[in-house]
């Protein structure tokens, strides 16, 4: 199952509006040693994906704020990413 990269408005630990923030499903992000990746869909390859690095926030209700390494619109694994986490470690 892939998502698509969205942003969602977030509060403040006052309940002040913090503007927009990225977010991605939690269980997208995966840790392999230091790095914190997502994997992706590589172009033109059906079945193939890529481990891309990326700098997570926080958790918020089951999603985790992106603060660099995707943009707006790219599509990530959620359902399997520890699979294929699984499979790239064999390797």
């Known amino acids: 199952m892939f998502v698509e990269v969205g942003f969602q408005t977030g509060t403040t630990e006052k309940g002040a509006p913090s503007g927009d923030e990225m977010v991605i499903p939690d269980e997208a992000v995966q840790l392999i040693g230091d790095r914190t990746v997502v994997f992706m869909p590589k172009e ?47 390797v």
């Open 44 to 90: 033109g390859e059906p079945g193939h994906f890529e481990a891309r690095d990326i700098k997570v926030g926080g958790v918020v209700d089951g999603y985790q704020r992106v603060l660099g390494g995707l943009a707006a619109g790219d599509r990530v694994v959620t359902k399997g990413s520890f699979t294929l986490k699984t499979q790239l470690l064999k």
